[in-house]
Protein backbone atom coordinates (compact mmCIF):
# COMPACT_ATOMS: atom_id res chain seq x y z
CA UNK A 1 0.00 0.00 0.00
CA UNK A 2 1.20 3.69 -0.53
CA UNK A 3 1.19 6.16 2.01
CA UNK A 4 0.41 9.47 1.61
CA UNK A 5 2.84 11.25 3.90
CA UNK A 6 6.65 10.45 5.13
CA UNK A 7 6.16 10.00 8.47
CA UNK A 8 3.49 7.25 8.27
CA UNK A 9 4.69 3.77 8.25
CA UNK A 10 3.38 1.26 4.63
CA UNK A 11 0.92 -0.98 6.44
CA UNK A 12 0.56 -4.53 4.61
CA UNK A 13 -2.60 -5.09 3.05
CA UNK A 14 -4.33 -7.22 0.90
CA UNK A 15 -5.87 -3.76 -0.75
CA UNK A 16 -4.14 -2.89 -3.90
CA UNK A 17 -3.60 1.11 -4.62
CA UNK A 18 -4.88 1.77 -1.14
CA UNK A 19 -3.35 5.25 -0.26
CA UNK A 20 -3.63 5.88 3.79
CA UNK A 21 -3.02 9.74 4.83
CA UNK A 22 -3.71 12.64 6.71
CA UNK A 23 -6.94 14.13 5.68
CA UNK A 24 -6.60 18.09 4.44
CA UNK A 25 -8.92 20.51 6.61
CA UNK A 26 -11.20 20.74 3.22
CA UNK A 27 -11.74 17.03 3.18
CA UNK A 28 -12.72 16.35 6.84
CA UNK A 29 -17.23 17.05 5.45
CA UNK A 30 -16.29 14.25 3.22
CA UNK A 31 -15.02 12.36 5.57
CA UNK A 32 -17.56 13.13 8.01
CA UNK A 33 -20.30 11.96 5.08
CA UNK A 34 -18.36 8.94 4.60
CA UNK A 35 -18.22 7.98 8.24
CA UNK A 36 -22.54 8.88 8.99
CA UNK A 37 -22.54 6.69 5.99
CA UNK A 38 -20.56 3.72 6.93
CA UNK A 39 -22.57 3.68 10.89
CA UNK A 40 -25.61 4.68 9.72
CA UNK A 41 -25.61 1.92 7.32
CA UNK A 42 -24.93 -0.91 10.14
CA UNK A 43 -27.20 1.14 13.09
CA UNK A 44 -30.63 2.71 12.49
CA UNK A 45 -30.88 3.84 16.05
CA UNK A 46 -27.53 6.26 15.76
CA UNK A 47 -28.57 9.20 18.75
CA UNK A 48 -29.12 12.38 17.15
CA UNK A 49 -26.02 13.65 19.06
CA UNK A 50 -24.19 10.99 18.47
CA UNK A 51 -24.71 11.08 14.15
CA UNK A 52 -23.78 14.84 14.78
CA UNK A 53 -20.23 13.81 15.72
CA UNK A 54 -19.77 11.66 13.04
CA UNK A 55 -20.74 13.90 10.60
CA UNK A 56 -18.36 16.71 11.66
CA UNK A 57 -14.75 15.10 11.94
CA UNK A 58 -13.53 18.63 12.31
CA UNK A 59 -14.28 18.89 16.18
CA UNK A 60 -11.48 15.97 16.50
CA UNK A 61 -9.10 17.58 15.05
CA UNK A 62 -7.36 19.05 18.26
CA UNK A 63 -6.62 15.76 20.11
CA UNK A 64 -6.85 13.38 16.87
CA UNK A 65 -5.15 13.06 13.62
CA UNK A 66 -7.78 12.10 10.88
CA UNK A 67 -7.06 9.78 8.70
CA UNK A 68 -8.11 8.84 5.35
CA UNK A 69 -8.35 5.90 2.35
CA UNK A 70 -8.31 6.54 -0.67
CA UNK A 71 -8.68 3.90 -3.86
CA UNK A 72 -6.86 4.24 -7.24
CA UNK A 73 -10.36 6.53 -8.42
CA UNK A 74 -9.72 8.57 -5.91
CA UNK A 75 -12.84 7.57 -4.00
CA UNK A 76 -12.53 8.37 0.19
CA UNK A 77 -12.77 4.38 0.92
CA UNK A 78 -12.42 4.52 4.91
CA UNK A 79 -11.05 6.84 7.51
CA UNK A 80 -9.74 5.97 11.20
CA UNK A 81 -9.35 8.76 13.99
CA UNK A 82 -5.89 8.16 15.81
CA UNK A 83 -5.46 10.09 19.37
CA UNK A 84 -2.27 12.66 19.02
CA UNK A 85 0.41 12.38 20.86
CA UNK A 86 0.27 14.20 24.26
CA UNK A 87 -3.44 13.30 25.36
CA UNK A 88 -4.96 10.13 27.37
CA UNK A 89 -8.67 9.94 27.12
CA UNK A 90 -8.93 11.62 30.49
CA UNK A 91 -6.77 8.61 31.40
CA UNK A 92 -7.95 6.17 29.51
CA UNK A 93 -5.00 5.56 28.04
CA UNK A 94 -1.70 4.73 29.14
CA UNK A 95 0.39 8.22 27.15
CA UNK A 96 4.00 7.08 25.88
CA UNK A 97 2.61 3.08 25.87
CA UNK A 98 -0.53 3.30 23.62
CA UNK A 99 -1.92 4.35 20.96
CA UNK A 100 -5.68 5.12 20.98
CA UNK A 101 -7.94 5.03 17.90
CA UNK A 102 -11.82 5.44 17.22
CA UNK A 103 -14.32 6.46 14.21
CA UNK A 104 -13.09 3.22 11.86
CA UNK A 105 -15.51 3.14 8.64
CA UNK A 106 -15.77 1.80 5.33
CA UNK A 107 -17.84 3.39 2.75
CA UNK A 108 -20.94 0.87 1.85
CA UNK A 109 -19.99 0.55 -1.35
CA UNK A 110 -16.61 -0.54 -0.53
CA UNK A 111 -17.20 -3.22 1.98
CA UNK A 112 -15.89 -6.63 1.24
CA UNK A 113 -12.35 -4.89 0.14
CA UNK A 114 -10.58 -5.00 3.40
CA UNK A 115 -10.50 -1.11 4.02
CA UNK A 116 -11.12 -1.94 7.43
CA UNK A 117 -7.96 -4.55 7.79
CA UNK A 118 -5.98 -2.11 6.20
CA UNK A 119 -6.80 0.73 8.34
CA UNK A 120 -6.31 -0.97 11.54
CA UNK A 121 -3.14 -2.61 10.78
CA UNK A 122 -1.75 0.85 9.91
CA UNK A 123 -2.76 1.81 13.12
CA UNK A 124 -1.06 -1.12 14.22
CA UNK A 125 1.83 -0.53 12.26
CA UNK A 126 1.67 4.05 13.34
CA UNK A 127 1.96 2.51 17.03
CA UNK A 128 4.98 0.11 16.63
CA UNK A 129 6.70 3.28 14.59
CA UNK A 130 6.16 5.43 17.54
CA UNK A 131 7.97 2.77 19.68
CA UNK A 132 4.28 2.15 21.65
CA UNK A 133 3.69 -1.01 23.27
CA UNK A 134 -0.19 -1.65 22.64
CA UNK A 135 -3.52 0.02 20.24
CA UNK A 136 -6.80 0.42 22.14
CA UNK A 137 -9.80 1.14 20.85
CA UNK A 138 -13.46 0.90 22.02
CA UNK A 139 -16.15 -0.10 20.14
CA UNK A 140 -20.23 -0.44 21.02
CA UNK A 141 -21.60 -3.67 21.66
CA UNK A 142 -23.80 -4.19 18.63
CA UNK A 143 -20.91 -3.62 16.08
CA UNK A 144 -20.10 -7.36 15.58
CA UNK A 145 -18.54 -7.06 12.35
CA UNK A 146 -16.01 -4.83 13.49
CA UNK A 147 -15.37 -7.28 16.88
CA UNK A 148 -14.56 -10.13 14.21
CA UNK A 149 -12.33 -7.95 12.40
CA UNK A 150 -10.09 -7.16 15.53
CA UNK A 151 -10.16 -10.64 16.86
CA UNK A 152 -9.08 -11.79 13.37
CA UNK A 153 -6.15 -9.39 13.47
CA UNK A 154 -5.31 -10.88 17.19
CA UNK A 155 -6.76 -8.06 19.62
CA UNK A 156 -8.53 -9.18 22.73
CA UNK A 157 -11.00 -7.48 25.17
CA UNK A 158 -9.77 -5.79 28.07
CA UNK A 159 -13.16 -5.92 29.95
CA UNK A 160 -11.53 -4.13 33.44
CA UNK A 161 -10.99 -1.35 31.20
CA UNK A 162 -15.03 -0.84 29.66
CA UNK A 163 -16.95 2.16 30.59
CA UNK A 164 -20.47 2.37 30.56
CA UNK A 165 -22.19 5.76 29.49
CA UNK A 166 -25.95 7.13 29.00
CA UNK A 167 -25.81 8.42 25.32
CA UNK A 168 -29.97 9.25 23.96
CA UNK A 169 -31.69 7.88 26.66
CA UNK A 170 -29.78 4.29 26.82
CA UNK A 171 -27.17 2.88 28.72
CA UNK A 172 -24.01 1.60 26.46
CA UNK A 173 -21.26 -0.21 27.42
CA UNK A 174 -18.07 0.56 25.44
CA UNK A 175 -15.62 -2.56 24.79
CA UNK A 176 -12.63 -2.16 25.18
CA UNK A 177 -10.41 -3.87 22.77
CA UNK A 178 -5.93 -3.59 23.13
CA UNK A 179 -3.51 -5.48 20.80
CA UNK A 180 0.25 -5.29 22.09
CA UNK A 181 2.93 -4.46 19.36
CA UNK A 182 5.92 -4.03 20.70
Given at each position: ????????????????????????????????????????????????????????P?????????????????????????????????G???????????????????????????????????????????????????M?????????????R?????????????????????????
Amino acid sequence: MSVGIDETPDAASATPALQIRLASPDELARVGELTYAAYSHDYDDLPPDYAAQLRHPEHLIGEFEVYVAVDAAGDFVGTVAVLRDGFDQEGRIGPGEELYFRLLATAPTARGRGIGAALTTFVIDLARQRGLARVVMNSGPDMLGAHALYYKLGFSRATERETTFVSGGRELTLLTFVIDVA
